[in-house]
């Protein structure tokens, strides 16, 4: 305590309480006999002292602390419970802690034995078979010893055979399962499922030493699941299964559209159906002319195409599961036609019928004939697309057809040109004049109601 000064020049006294300031005054109170130093004990985990430094040629006095503190002696048993195991048994065993201080290794001698140095569980399968020695050893402290537990554990060889039907299954979701059962040569007491998951809607049941799964798959997924097996009461196996549930192919909801058969833009087939999965293929039922990408699942219509063009959509099924499919109808009216335009050149005086279906070109027939110009004049019968022109202006007349929806009406135009008769007036009565005369005749003036702009010549 007193480090390079000499111990002779100074009194130094224990104590394991200031309660009264004993280590100050000196008091006797509280004092650790020096015989007691060396084994010393308290009743807690932690204790203060208080050091009462002396100087005899001085008379000063110093009081120094310090703590105590206990660190409990390693201590603990370790033991396996079920020793021996079976060498088959592929699930780690746990070791039995017994009031075991935390933050120790273990180990197993001689080697074979597969365990986790952490927390002592040993895995039988792939362990060597024989009897080993388990170690727990915790390292020596500055405090306290180094500590160590043993116990042994036997790992013995038992024959054990699960027969099973099937080690894979792939059923399709929402479809019963081919049953899968389990058994062995002394037959199946009890069994633990130890990894993996069942699907949702198979269940097992154990009857007469076999054990069976069954049911109807709910939810798609690829399960693998272990089960742990005690055959005869003794024997321990395990078995491990997949079961791949399959999903069911959507190919969605039928679909279908109306179109003109004078549509520029391609129809996108899979716009029709709905819900339906990505990745189908694309076939044509029913229906001729068009043009149709099964690459694409496009279709664009043409004139001639037939009025109903059906289509397949088509998921395949993963087996067991069967295909589905989706069909889209597309129903194509056709568009109208009222022809090209056309005109013709007559005279107000005319009292020719003009057929009005003959000037237009091309036209489909069953249109309706409209009067879009020149009044009332002339006669028009509309019923029969006729025109008389007499007396008539120049009129416009309109051919209309009517669309099936979505098709718009077509309209065509006939134009009658129509010039006026000319009218050079009424002849006039023979006029007597004398040869001598010298007075100009003014020849407008003998006819009557002539329109002017005529040309005069002599004929006689």
């Given amino acids: ?88 048994i592929a699930t780690p065993q746990a070791i039995t802690e017994t009031l075991l201080t ?47 537990a043993q116990t042994s554990v036997e790992i013995d060889n038992c024959p054990c055979t699960v027969n099973a039907s099937s080690l894979l299954e792939t059923p399709c979701v929402n479809s019963s399962m081919t049953p899968i059962t389990y058994s062995t040569t002394a037959g199946i007491t009890s069994l633990v499922l130890t990894a993996g998951v069942l699907p949702a809607g198979i269940t097992g049941s154990l009857l007469a030493g076999v054990f069976t799964l069954s ?41 279908s559209t109306t179109v003109c058969d004078n549509l520029l833009t391609p129809i996108d087939l899979g716009l029709l159906i709905t819900g339906e999965q990505a990745g189908g293929t694309w076939t044509r039922l029913l229906g001729t002319g068009g043009t149709f990408n099964a690459l694409a699942g496009t279709f664009l219509p043409a004139v001639g195409a037939s009025s109903v063009c059906t289509f397949e959509y088509r998921i395949a099924g993963v087996a067991p599961c069967v295909d589905d499919f989706s069909v ?16 013709t050149l007559v005279c107000d005086s005319s009292v020719a019928v003009i057929d009005l279906n003959t000037l237009i070109t091309g036209q489909q027939t069953g249109g309706t004939w409209t009067r879009t110009s020149g009044g009332v004049t002339g006669i028009f019968n509309a019923a029969a697309g006729t025109f008389i022109p007499t007396n008539a202006v120049t009129s416009t007349f309109e051919y209309t057809l009517v669309g099936t929806a979505p098709c718009i009406n077509d309209v065509s135009i006939a134009t009658v040109n129509i010039n006026a008769q000319p009218n050079a007036g009424v002849d006039a009565a023979p006029q007597v004049v004398c040869d001598s005369s010298t007075a100009l005749i003014d020849l407008n003036n003998l006819i009557t109601g002539e329109q002017t702009g005529g040309v005069w010549t002599r004929t006689g």
Avoid: H
Wanted: one cysteine or more; a negative charge; aromatic letters at 10%.
């Fill in 1 to 88: 305590m007193t480090s390079t000064l000499n111990p002779a020049d100074y009194i130094v006294t224990y104590y394991n309480t200031n309660a009264g300031n004993e280590p100050f005054d000196g008091s006797p109170n509280g004092i650790i006999p020096d015989a007691d130093l060396a084994t010393y004990s308290i009743s807690g985990t932690t204790a203060t002292i208080w050091v009462r430094f002396e100087d005899l040629l001085t008379g000063c006095v110093l009081v120094k602390t310090f703590d105590l503190n206990v660190i409990p002696t390693p201590s603990g048993t370790i033991s396996y419970a079920a020793s021996p195991y079976c060498n088959n």
């Fill in 102 to 148: 935390a933050g120790g290794v273990y180990s197993a001698t001689p080697a074979g034995l597969i365990i986790d140095p952490a927390t002592g569980a040993i895995t039988p399968f792939g362990s060597t078979v024989g009897t080993y020695t388990v170690n727990y050893d915790i390292a020596a402290t500055a405090s306290c010893p180094a500590f160590n």
């Fill in 215 to 255: 049911g109807t798959p709910s939810v798609a997924g690829n399960y693998v699941f272990t089960y742990e097996i005690t055959s005869g009461g003794v024997d321990i196996c395990s078995v491990t299964t997949t079961i791949d549930v399959q999903p069911l192919p959507n190919a969605g909801l039928d679909g």
């Fill in 328 to 343: 889209v109808t597309v129903n194509i009216n056709a568009a109208p036609n009222a022809g090209s335009d056309g005109s």
